[in-house]
């Protein structure tokens, strides 16, 4: 029987959040949207202007019978600039932070000590400086945004090399992989 587990994730744009994630066993939906605000089901424009306090974030429900959170948790680090709270490679400002909202005691304790290791193992030359903070009401972005890399393949390419982080994201992967078995 399949069980369900909700994991939420902000890294700077949600496009790119969602391909780490969407094609692994176990996880079941990856939607995109905004969380972490005050104002109720926001558009894609007021979170860009950045009044409403809400990051572009991915809604992640999974099998924790088949991927659990420390893996989600390890895609997410290698996915991201966690040393960045201004935004996220080519995205600036605070709509585009990183953040972990967790949704049980269980998965806080989990960030928490993935971060410590994170920060002990030395990848990263400044602090780590995502925030792990408790989930708030997520909100699905507009339905041209769901799924962004299958329905625009070439521009989404282009987006994520030309912003930086496919060439961070492969760098720092090779260093996870030598240093903390990602």
Not at 36 to 47: F, I, L, R, S
Not at 53 to 75: C, R
Request: net charge negative; proline share 6%; aromatic share 12%.
């Amino acid at each position: 029987m399949e069980t369900k587990e909700t994991a939420i994730f902000a890294g700077g744009c949600f496009w790119c959040m969602v391909h780490p994630f969407d094609e692994r066993d176990g996880v079941l939906e990856v939607v995109s949207g905004y969380t972490g605000g005050d104002t109720v089901n926001p558009t894609y424009e007021e979170v860009c202007s950045g009044q409403t306090g809400h990051a572009e974030a991915v809604k992640i429900d999974y099998d924790p019978s088949k991927i659990n959170y420390q893996d989600l948790l390890t895609i997410y680090w290698s996915s991201v600039d966690p040393t960045d709270k201004d935004g996220q490679f080519g995205d600036r400002g605070s709509s585009y932070r990183p953040e972990i909202f967790y949704t049980t005691a269980a998965q806080k304790e989990a960030a928490e000590r993935s971060k410590a290791e994170l920060e002990a193992s030395n990848i990263f030359k400044k602090p780590i400086i995502v925030p792990i903070s408790p989930a708030q009401p997520f909100y699905p972005a507009e339905d041209y945004h769901q799924d962004f890399h299958h329905k625009e393949p070439a521009h989404y390419q282009n987006f994520y090399k030309a912003s930086g982080r496919k060439q961070f994201v492969e760098t720092t992967q090779d260093k996870m992989k030598e240093e903390i078995d990602l």
